[in-house]
């Protein structure tokens, strides 16, 4: 439920969609203001990080998404 900021690496900028900040890998400067921008955002937002995370990678969603992949090879 904790808003992050990442670096633009990865699936990172993935994870944490509209809920974070994303920066620039190796860039400080951006990072420094990537977090005075989350610390900044209303802390009622943390309901929004969790409900997504839950939402998009649960342990129930990756068992949905992995199955049906399964399923389509053998279709």
């Given at each position: 439920?904790?808003?992050?900021?990442v670096a633009d690496v990865?699936?990172?900028?993935?994870?944490v969609g509209e809920t974070?900040?994303?920066?620039?890998?190796?860039?400080?400067?951006?990072?420094?203001?990537?977090?005075?921008?989350?610390?900044?955002?209303?802390?009622?937002?943390?309901?929004?990080?969790?409900?997504?995370?839950?939402?998009?990678?649960?342990?129930?969603?990756?068992?949905?998404?992995?199955?049906?992949?399964?399923?389509?090879?053998?279709?």
């Amino acid at each position: 439920g904790v808003p992050c900021v990442v670096a633009d690496v990865g699936d990172a900028a993935e994870v944490v969609g509209e809920t974070g900040v994303v920066v620039p890998p190796r860039n400080p400067e951006a990072l420094a203001q990537g977090l005075v921008e989350v610390l900044e955002r209303n802390r009622l937002e943390k309901s929004l990080v969790r409900e997504r995370i839950l939402e998009r990678f649960s342990s129930e969603r990756m068992v949905q998404a992995t199955a049906s992949e399964l399923l389509g090879l053998v279709q």
